[in-house]
């Protein structure tokens, strides 16, 4: 089977869309959200439709849990924080307790997912270095586990020490473990504003990382036109 998992998508249609075409282009089978549907840009309700059409694993992102719930948490920054505004007031009743269903981790065939890490993944902590990802391996019991929330791609390899590296093909050796951070389709902060996810070929073994090209003048232009912060629009260009 070959798996487009993909993250991070917060409410980029355009993007959305080009990393879905892609990866049918790619003989891709089967789909896994990694959650963070909503937040950020200005498609909430229309790229959360596009994923569930997809009857696809999906587990939930802080976005998605901030957007639906009934309270705020505080715990945004201003600019994200009207992003979530804009999203919660995009989304119906029934979308919301979708999202508010939603589990934080899943087994998915023989891999793991998670949006942000396995240690304590309600918490929303941010795997950014070997000590962060150490922590998380120590309750992976699968050899893959898929991840986002940092939206920078990068592949974390524990065999007899830790290795980080970033990758285009990465084959999967016996005897290790990868924490695959498969990045964003939506808001990459890699430098990179190409939409990123991650093909895992569960026959051959190997993980592909892909970075796709999209209407990037299109979402910008629809954050403006729905009112959203200049920001937002501008960070797209520069992968940030
Ligand atoms: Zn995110």
Known sequence: MRFAIFSDIHSNLHALQAV?????????????????????????????????????????????????????????????????EYSRSHLSDEEKSWLRALRFQRLVLDFTIVHATLDTPENWGYIFNQLDASASFNYQRTTLCFIGHTHVPQAYIRSVSLQT??????????????????GSVGQPRDRDWRASYCIYDSDADSL?????????????????????????????????
């Open 20 to 84: 879905l075409d892609d990866a049918r282009s790619q003989n891709c089978t089967n789909f896994v959200c990694l959650g963070d549907i909503v937040g950020y840009n200005a498609f909430p309700s229309e790229c959360l439709t596009l994923v569930r059409s997809l009857n696809c694993p999906v587990i939930k992102g802080n976005h998605d849990e901030e957007a639906s719930i009934l309270y705020k948490t505080g715990n945004f920054n201003p600019l994200a924080q009207i992003a979530i």
């Open 165 to 182: 590296i970033t990758f285009e093909t990465l084959p999967i050796e016996p005897g290790k473990k990868y924490l695959i951070n498969v």
């Open 208 to 240: 592909h990382l892909r970075r796709v090209e999209y209407d990037l003048p299109a979402a910008q232009q629809s954050i403006r036109d729905a009112g959203l912060p200049e920001n937002l629009a501008a960070r797209l260009a520069l992968g940030k």
